[in-house]
């Protein structure tokens, strides 16, 4: 789980009974603190605050942002490596038209010049 460094991870069981002490047997923050060893009143804050907008699916929610999928980034290279692919075909055709248009690459002598 994601959090400020050296945060300790508490399990589901943890959070919701400090909320239940709280809210269910009107325990004050510093005893439920001290009973169940937490680190910090802010953290039992933000859990009450969490179960009473969300109720147990808030204690469960992971922080952070998710972790990628590798699979997702075999198919990100995949499709890279077939837009290089056509822009370098594409590239090929602008460089080829371009230098027809110029009348580059093919002789501007006519056989009278040459002789």
């Known amino acids: ?45 933000d859990w009450i605050h969490l179960y009473r907008k969300e109720g147990e699916a808030g204690l469960t929610k992971k922080k952070g942002r998710p972790k990628k999928d590798p699979e997702s980034y075999k198919v990100r290279i995949a499709q890279l490596e077939m837009e290089n692919e056509l822009l370098k075909k594409f590239h090929t055709e602008l460089r080829k038209d371009g230098l027809a248009r110029r009348n580059i690459g093919s002789s501007n002598l006519t056989e009278r010049d040459t002789q």
Do not use: C, T
Not at 1 to 18: R, V
């Open 1 to 45: 789980m994601a959090g400020k460094k050296g945060s300790k991870p508490y399990p589901f069981d943890i959070k919701l009974l400090a909320v239940h002490l709280f809210l269910d047997e009107g325990y004050r923050y510093s005893e439920i603190v001290q009973k169940l060893g937490l680190s910090s009143r802010d953290l039992l804050n």
